[in-house]
């Protein structure tokens, strides 16, 4: 390995700082131009990222040197890598290959029916990958990683803000060539509440690690069996930064019940009920604490501060939410009553049914990444008047697109990355780690459950969120235990439990 002098090493080390910090940077820009869902975002994106992960291989040193700290810092993320680069090989392919027919053909074929598109998906899938390689070959400091996770919660906060505010003004505008109207339900920088939603979640899992780091780094309390020791407490913790993330997350939280997004907040929830019960099976000696901030999130935020924001309103979409159109109708005492476009479970999965049967016909590697609105017009029935951009579930629309095989490929990035983050929960001797894989954990429930019924794998910024956070948790196993830790958390459950 090449030996370097110390002045060059603090020079390569600034280098790398500006690589790491301009990462998270564009990660936190990405929702501000409609969600990066448009080919002059992607193209910034791509503009921005590219010479970010130049820069970040530069200040790894010499050849021998940057191979060698690539070895070790991607090494256990080898088996996500080689699915990442594989997909990209499918989707190049698929791009070169060039226009394929659809109708008639079936097996193998491989080509795409938009190859313009396609090609946009392949360029979002080099962002992706530069910026997942930055942030675990540049976030092996835990105190990189909290600023990072920092930059991206006020990335959220700022999202709620405007959500919020342009919501409450009923602001009418074109931003990139597009009439906007905040209507009923908050959209902030996008433009539909349901993505917005996805956003919020993903921010709000981002604060949720940094909420539990921030436990995790103080000593266990003692039992407080006095009013004064309660009072001691509580005046304690309304003094401590951790006040001040719980005051975003609340802001947050206020902003994802506006979008009224039935799956969204269901699936925040879902996952926030997850991160609950793994607190509370992995860290007794914080048990209470961690249990108080996840009830705390549901029972004050949605139950008490949602009652002025529009909570009633997201339950009564909810509540209206039935199986079919005829149920709908015939509930509604009229035979022939027209049901609102996405009221009934039938309408939002109405694409993805008939999706299947497109899917029959080019099941290996799909109508090409990005083509679904090119390919789904002739499964649509005629009866059908609606148009589809999406499918409205993100597991139908990619094996559209890419097929079980693409599919397959994503799905090895999502299971490798749980499977990293249980380790970490579970072996991990950083407190970061394992708060960091709570966070993880609860994001990739949320989208888990949310890609039901939506497609927040096709909007940019929320997939770079989710691969930031999926980038920090790799990252995190190459971190060192807490200098101020010298008992293992582990130790300390079993002798306080």
Known sequence: MQSVSEPQEHRLNRISAI???????VVAWSPIPLGSNRTSAIA?????????????????GGPARALSTLRQRLGPARWILLAWTALLALQAGQVLRGPAGLLGESGLPLGSLDAHQ?????????????VFVCLVVLGQASDRLRNALRIWLAAGVLQALLAIVLWSLRAQYTFMDMSIHHGVRAIGTYVSPNNLAGYLYLALAVGMALMLD????????APLRRWQDVLAAALKFLLSPRMIIRLLLLLMVI???MTRSRMGNTAFMVALGVAGVLCAWRFAAWRRSALILTASLVLV????????????????????????????????????????SGNTLEDRTEPGRYTVDM?????????????????FPPWKPTTVVSYFDHAHNDYAEIAADMGVVGLGLIGVIVLGSTIQAFRLLVWGRSRFGQAMSVGALMAIVAVVVHSTVDFNLYIPANVLMLLALLA????????????????SVKHLDTTTS
């Open 44 to 60: 910034l994106l791509l503009a921005l990222q590219l010479p970010l992960l130049l820069l970040g291989l530069v200040s790894l």
């Open 472 to 487: 920090t948790l790799w990252a995190c196993r190459l971190i060192p235990a807490s200098s101020s830790a010298s008992v």
């Open 359 to 375: 899917i029959r016909v080019r099941p290996w590697f799909g109508t090409g990444a990005g083509t679904y609105y090119t390919a």
């Open 214 to 221: 921030a436990l995790l780094r103080q000593p266990p309390g």
């Open 255 to 257: 902003a994802l019940v």
């Open 19 to 25: 690589a790491f910090y301009g990462t998270a940077l």
């Open 301 to 340: 935020d949605v139950v008490v501060i949602g009652q002025w924001v529009g909570v009633e309103q997201l339950i009564d979409r909810i509540e209206a939410t039935t199986i079919s159109r005829e149920v709908a109708a015939g509930e509604s005492g009229m035979a022939g009553a027209v049901v609102t």
């Open 118 to 130: 396609s090609l946009l998906m392949l360029l979002c899938s080099i962002v992706y990958l530069a």
